[in-house]
């Protein structure tokens, strides 16, 4: 009961915050205040509203906001959200071009589930819709699903991802970011053996942890620093009372927040600082770049407790992928079963997260793959976030990746060239 007191304590303080922000941004705003121009009351009322947009933030997924795509014919043709398979922890969705002719790219992404909603990936959908049929794995907040739904760990997710990979057929194209690259190659793994004519066409791994010791970073220390007791004795909790999940075991959004905020507090403090004086000055917008970066960073979900441990223990910890020990419903996953898929690697050279040499660890993992079905690339000077979103990844990674799925796809004349290999 202890730690679902202190879940509903992290919710009261948020709602608290939020409650303030909004009280103190309706008291600088009262009319009468008007005929004695008060700077300090200026202050008071924008930093309300920062602070109740900052605490409102938390709680709310984000949509995803594209109301719509240019054609090749020039015209803007609408985009709905269709659910193509449905999860209780997580659903595989459709980005449906109205008036289009169906493209022959047909893209999976797999989105990670590391405290953002897949929502983080919108950038990346909207700098594929034009070309490909965008498909996504659009995972729930544990926070909303019961209890009775049963538990949700690593290889749960695998085999979501090899139903979703099952439903849209062999002519598919995986792209994973981050976070599920092992996952997603073990999930490929699976079906190599088990469904060999459901596997994809190709494999994109993109800044994941294949081996967390190729190359240690901040995130792989701390994960080798703390004993397995001490991560659920600090880091879960109980959903309380307010929430469909009462009662279920997580690991907080908020709490991930309070980690994602302290790696880079003194940043973090600057900005908000800077917002509530353009909001002062009155030469803030309600979709600023501050207002659209921290909509989408603030925005969190809860994570399963057994898949956070499971991620841990496993995937770090064990490093089961890296050594190729990984099972799934109690068989073994072979990666090297994996022998038509096409699998190319992508790490940013700056990337402090999943450093280079993470992920093309992968490629040593595909014993059973021909080298001209292999190919990598590390994007010189690209931190994390660049790999898959921002100018590197728009003006260098995504061309690289079309034509790699170009190269692999039927009736293909190209070849799948191992381009820029790391060390």
């Avoid at 967390?212 to 309380?240: H, K, S, W, Y």
């Amino acid at each position: 009961m202890r730690f679902m007191i202190s879940y509903d304590l992290m919710e009261t303080m948020r709602t608290t915050n939020q409650w303030l922000g909004a009280t103190a941004q309706a008291i600088g705003s009262y009319p009468a205040f008007a005929m004695m121009p008060n700077p300090g009351l200026q202050w008071m009322s924008a930093w309300g509203e920062v602070t109740e947009r900052t605490f409102q933030r938390m709680v709310v997924k984000p949509d995803w906001g594209i109301p719509s795509v240019t054609g090749e014919d020039g015209k803007d043709h609408l985009v709905s959200v269709e659910i193509e398979v449905p999860g209780a922890f997580g659903d595989l969705i459709h980005f449906k071009v109205a008036g289009r002719e169906e493209r022959k790219r047909k893209v999976l992404l797999v989105a990670p589930m590391s405290g953002h909603y897949a929502t983080l990936l919108r950038s990346t959908v909207m700098s594929l819709l034009p070309d490909c049929e965008v498909y996504i794995t659009d995972w729930h907040n544990a926070r909303d699903i019961p209890v009775s739904a049963g538990k949700f760990d690593v290889e749960d997710y695998t085999l979501y991802l090899v139903d979703f990979m099952r439903h849209m057929g062999p002519d598919t194209h995986v792209i994973a970011v981050c976070q599920p690259a092992p996952l997603t190659l073990a999930a490929t793994a699976y079906l190599a053996a088990e469904d060999p004519k459901a596997q994809p066409r190709s494999l994109t791994l993109i800044g994941g942890p294949i081996d967390p010791d190729a190359n240690a970073t901040d995130v792989t220390d701390f994960g080798r620093r703390v004993t397995m007791g001490q991560l659920e004795e600090m880091m879960i909790q109980r959903v309380g009372f307010k929430y469909p999940g009462v009662g279920r075991m997580v690991y907080p959004g908020l709490l991930q927040l309070q980690s994602f905020m302290s790696m880079n507090a003194e940043k973090h403090s600057k900005a908000f600082t800077d917002q509530i004086s353009a909001v002062a000055r009155g030469v803030a917008g309600d979709h600023d770049k501050h207002n659209k970066f921290y909509d989408e960073y603030l925005a969190v979900m809860d994570m399963t407790a057994e898949f956070y441990l499971s991620t841990v223990e496993r995937i770090f910890k064990d490093a089961e992928i890296a050594k190729n020990q990984f099972t799934v419903a109690g068989k073994p996953v072979d990666i090297g079963k994996i022998t038509t898929v096409a699998v190319k690697t992508v790490e940013g050279g700056a990337d402090d997260i999943s450093a280079p040499g993470q992920c093309i660890a992968a490629l040593d993992l595909c014993t059973g793959l021909p080298d001209e079905k292999k190919a990598s690339h590390v994007e010189p000077g690209a931190g994390h976030y660049g790999i898959f979103a921002g100018k590197s990844w728009r003006n260098n990674i995504r061309p690289l990746v079309l034509e790699f799925i170009d190269a692999n796809s039927p009736k293909s004349t190209k070849k799948a060239a191992n381009k820029n290999k790391a060390a």
